[in-house]
């Protein structure tokens, strides 16, 4: 049987995230997203208005862990938003170090 491993990961605010596995990692990928709006919504068919609600607050987010730094920046490509200032994905990322518990 393999041996799993615990690691934690803390983003640059200081929250943690722990992970465990059998794969060996090095680091995580932490994303900031800005204060995000949720989709519309529908209050219902017999009523035609709609809203917003708060999809997310502002602050930061372990989205991965990785074996390697590249890695990780090579996974933040699909985290970031494609448009900058849209109210979608994250404004900027970070690759912080694991730790194993």
């Known amino acids: 049987m393999t041996k799993k491993t615990r690691y934690q990961a803390t983003t640059p605010d200081g929250h943690t995230v722990t ?3 059998a794969r060996e990692y090095t680091c995580a990928l932490a994303v900031h997203q800005p204060y995000v709006l949720g989709p519309i919504i ?3 068919p017999h ?3 709609a809203y917003t609600i708060p999809a997310q607050q502002e602050g930061w987010s372990i989205m991965s862990f990785h074996g390697t730094p590249e890695a990780a920046a090579e996974s933040a490509k699909q ?3 494609p ?3 849209k109210q979608r ?3 900027r990322f970070d690759i912080v170090p694991v ?3």
């Open 19 to 21: 992970r465990t596995s």
């Open 42 to 44: 529908p209050a219902g």
């Open 79 to 81: 985290w970031m938003s």
């Open 89 to 91: 994905g994250g404004d």
């Open 47 to 49: 009523v035609t208005d």
């Open 99 to 101: 730790e194993v518990l």
């Open 83 to 85: 448009e900058p200032g």
